[in-house]
């Protein structure tokens, strides 16, 4: 007998015990073949090879024999070449997709897996968490956005940067994507007003719960409804609704668009030499989202969209840092140890006592407006914006160009006695008339 592997030798023993259990006419040989798995003919050839080459006709005659769909071990080779020298940082799908169409190694996803994962060049995941329902993306663009800030170290350098990215649910389409510093109200705000401007109007904007975003009193629990945070009130103002998430497996598909981000992105810019937030935003922005799209987006499940048309024409007030605060006896306003000067307008005398709101912009300039009226706009010292130059030039075209001399005036006369008593007299007689 030849030496057989003892899995091998298990599996026919137990084909040995149905044959003998179908010859005893214990059970049916139709019963004998669904029990090993096999069609009735296949079970009629078993026993027959049995009857004729005893226990060697019961193994599989496929053992000791090469597949005829084995791959070369060259292939294997440079396929384990590439990976460690030039890919070594890619993940199992992004790799194959490079083999398909960089280096024309046509292999299956699960080929190139198991053989990384049998070099020790790619760990093997761990088993997933609890099975959870899925939700049903929305059916129309624009009814929900995903917004959410991925910490990574993109540029491999050791130092860690938040990507920025707008989703949308029903077609997984990128509209934003931006590296930035730190994730803030700012960048936030930047974020979602380049998706107004570029797209339009939209429904709701499911995000966690960071604190730019809500206020959580106690950890784990809901958020505060009475308490609004300035993106809250921006969104409040264009009339967009805010969904909080509680668990990061409710935003599973920003999630999931995150792990995809972060297993390709780092490793287009290391090919491209990019090591610096404005070259790798530039890239973004001219390439790599359309890139990202075409290859991920998927069609919506009816047609048309969800957006509408902004009519609002102060998204700089909108998406600015909105506080209140009450005009001094002098007509100044305290805003962040900053003395900001109100000057006299046509419309009132003073604004002594009157609440005002005191906007910062994303560019750090301020503004203080009452009811309607931009009453003062500053630098981020407080120091007022003037315009001389264009003063200047509002006061030539006024003058025609023409420098206008001082003339003396000649002094006003006092009326005499006799002058002011004829008057004082004629407004007498126009009374009594």
């Known amino acids: 007998m030849k030496h057989y592997s003892e899995a091998a030798v298990e599996r026919m023993m137990k084909v040995q015990e149905v044959i003998m259990r179908a010859l005893a006419k214990k059970i049916r040989w139709y ?38 769909k084995r791959v070369a071990v060259s292939v294997v080779e440079e396929v384990l070449r590439l990976y460690q020298e030039q890919y070594y940082d ?28 049998t070099a020790g060049l790619v760990q093997r995941r761990g088993r997933r968490s609890k099975h959870r329902k899925r939700r049903e993306p929305r059916p129309l663009p ?9 910490k990574h170290q993109w540029f491999k350098d050791g130092c860690y940067y938040d990507l920025i ?13 931006q590296l930035v510093a730190a994730e803030s109200t700012f960048t936030v705000m930047a974020a979602l007003r380049a998706v107004l401007e570029t797209k339009g109007l939209f429904c709701s904007l499911y995000c966690d719960r960071a604190s730019h975003f809500f206020l959580t009193p106690k950890a784990g629990e ?15 103002e264009l009339g967009i609704r805010l969904i909080p998430a509680y668990s990061p497996q409710a935003r599973g598909r920003s999630e999931r668009c995150f792990r995809t981000w972060q297993g390709r992105l780092p490793q287009e810019l290391r090919l491209r030499g ?54 001094a006896r002098d007509n100044t306003v305290n805003y962040g140890n900053r003395v900001l000067q109100i000057e006299q307008t046509k419309w009132r005398f003073s604004l002594a006592g009157c609440k005002v709101n005191v906007y910062e912009h ?19 010292h407080g120091v007022p914006l003037a315009q001389p130059a264009l003063a200047q030039a509002q006061r030539k075209k006024a003058t025609g160009g023409k420098k206008r001399s001082a003339v003396e005036m000649a002094p006003l006369r006092k009326a005499t006695k006799n002058v002011a008593s004829r008057r004082g007299l004629e407004k007498s007689r126009s009374k009594a008339a």
């Open 31 to 68: 019963e004998a073949a669904e029990i090993l798995g096999i069609s009735v003919r296949q079970m009629k050839r078993r026993k027959d090879r049995w009857d004729r080459q005893g226990y060697d006709g019961l193994f599989d005659r496929r053992l000791g024999k090469p597949s005829p």
């Open 90 to 117: 890619l993940h199992v799908k992004h790799f194959h997709e490079k083999l398909k169409h960089e280096h024309n190694i046509k292999l299956s996803y699960t080929w190139v897996k198991t053989a990384l994962q």
């Open 142 to 150: 624009g009814m929900m956005l995903h917004i959410d800030g991925s």
């Open 165 to 177: 990215v707008v989703l949308d649910d029903a077609t997984n389409e990128i509209y934003y994507a």
């Open 222 to 236: 809901r958020v505060s409804e009475q308490h609004i945070t300035q993106v809250g009130r921006a969104l409040a």
């Open 274 to 327: 990019l090591a610096t937030l404005v070259a790798a935003n530039e890239f973004l922005r001219e390439h790599y989202i359309a890139e990202f799209n075409r290859q991920f987006t998927r069609p919506a499940q009816e047609s048309g969209t969800a957006f509408t048309t902004c009519q609002r024409k102060d998204l700089d007030f909108v998406f600015a840092l909105l506080h209140e605060r009450t005009v």
């Open 362 to 380: 994303a560019n750090q300039t301020l503004s203080v407006v009452y009811g309607p009226h931009v009453v003062g706009r500053y630098d981020q």
